[in-house]
């Protein structure tokens, strides 16, 4: 049996704001009716979350539920859990319209620390993120790349994309933190 390893094997690069991807990490698609009582339900059982509201996070200790689509949601956990986390989430909604799959190794996390962040999406997201805090998500596309981004605080946030294009968002994430090109937009 082979080793997961991560997209980009911790890669990092300090520039104005400090890039680094994230190593593994658990991630499971879940559709489904996000009103259903059913879903509510096993959200609360086996994530210890409710179901998020349109465009945020929340978050029970290391599992984070991120509403995605008016009915699609992403869990984040340990790597090594979600397998587990899946198989007990699709049980709970037997009987039910869902889908829940593993998507662990096709996606790859970066995160993007220092006050500086939102200069840095900016450059690269059509995104307006005045307002933009911790527990929000947009779903939008970096240069030519489909992407996702929460705050995880107000100095730090993390983006996923897909790992086959990890290389490439490594890289606009890199060179659109080259200190010298601050645009000072969101700074204060």
């Known amino acids: 049996m082979s080793n997961a390893i991560s997209a980009l094997n911790g890669a990092s690069a300090a520039g104005f704001v400090t890039l680094?991807?994230?190593g593994l990490r658990g991630m499971i698609t879940l559709r489904a009716d996000l009103g259903d009582k059913a879903l509510a339900a096993a959200l609360n059982s086996h994530c210890g979350t409710s179901v998020p509201a349109q465009r945020k996070c929340v978050q029970a200790g290391p599992i984070t539920v991120a509403w995605m689509s008016p009915d699609e949601?992403?869990?984040f956990c340990a790597y090594g859990d979600a397998p587990k986390?899946?198989?007990d989430l699709r049980a709970a909604l037997a009987g039910t319209h869902h889908l829940v799959e593993v998507v662990s190794d096709a996606r790859a996390v970066f995160s993007l620390s220092g006050a500086a962040w939102r200069d840095v999406i900016a450059k690269l997201a059509p995104v307006d993120l005045d307002?933009?805090?911790?527990g929000d998500i947009r779903r939008t596309r970096f240069a030519q790349v489909a992407a996702a981004f929460w705050a995880t605080g107000d100095d730090q946030v993390e983006i996923m994309c897909f790992r086959s294009v990890g290389q490439y968002m490594f890289d606009l994430l890199r060179l659109s933190s080259?200190?010298?090109?601050?645009?000072?937009?969101y700074a204060g």
């Open 20 to 22: 680094r991807e994230e």
């Open 73 to 75: 949601l992403m869990i």
């Open 85 to 87: 986390l899946a198989a």
């Open 131 to 134: 307002g933009f805090g911790a």
């Open 178 to 185: 080259t200190p010298g090109s601050e645009v000072s937009y």
